[in-house]
């Protein structure tokens, strides 16, 4: 009969233990991101539309690059054969029908055949720099977004640190913990993804510009060895 008496007590102070112990509370992302109150709220919805744009830009740069990289392997030979034996005509058409920077410049050389070999350099130049504009078009809005981002989680962080010290000053000697949850939330999430669109911008910016100094490194080539072309004794 003890015996039975001493497994009741057990299992009633278990009980008790049990529920005397806290239960761990998990928020989700989303509550994570809209437990900061309305300014908190305010700027992570701003850094989701940096994030968006930033992706936006990043993906139409990089098919526009992609494209503008784009060249037939024979199409220096086809320009070559053609110039050498006096088809001029025949090819600017087979530049007009390629739409690649490197057949503009190549283009704009031909039509300075003719000149002397420093005004077909210097228009080569030109037409050059004009396409380095329409690749890097939109590029620097992604280093803005790369620096603001990271700046504006910051001015959240501020925010809700100066919420939170509000809180305990208002609420005198006797502020809890919880009172205090708006302005943290507020400070660590703005934090978070500040750095999160700052990061992804920073990593997308660098990789465009690898991409697009590979375009330019083919267009100094292509026209570099147009111009030899010009060079070779009749």
Known sequence: MSLFLQADSLAIANEVLTDDQPVEKTLSIWELLTSGGIGGQAIILVLFILLFLALFLYFERLM???KASKIDANFMNNIKMN????KIDSAKMLC??????????IEKGISRIGKPLEDINTAIENAGNLELYKL???TSMLATISGAGPM??????VLGMILAFHKMA???GQIEVGALAEGIYTAMTTTVVGL???IIAYMGYNHLVVKTNKVVNQMEANAVEFLDLLNEPV
């Open 96 to 105: 007009a029908q390629t739409n690649s920077p490197v057949a503009r410049l």
């Open 152 to 157: 504006i989680g910051f001015l959240g962080t």
């Open 196 to 198: 999160i669109v700052g």
């Open 136 to 138: 890097e078009k939109n």
């Open 64 to 66: 526009a690059i992609n």
């Open 170 to 172: 208002s609420g005198g």
């Open 83 to 86: 110039i050498m034996s006096g």
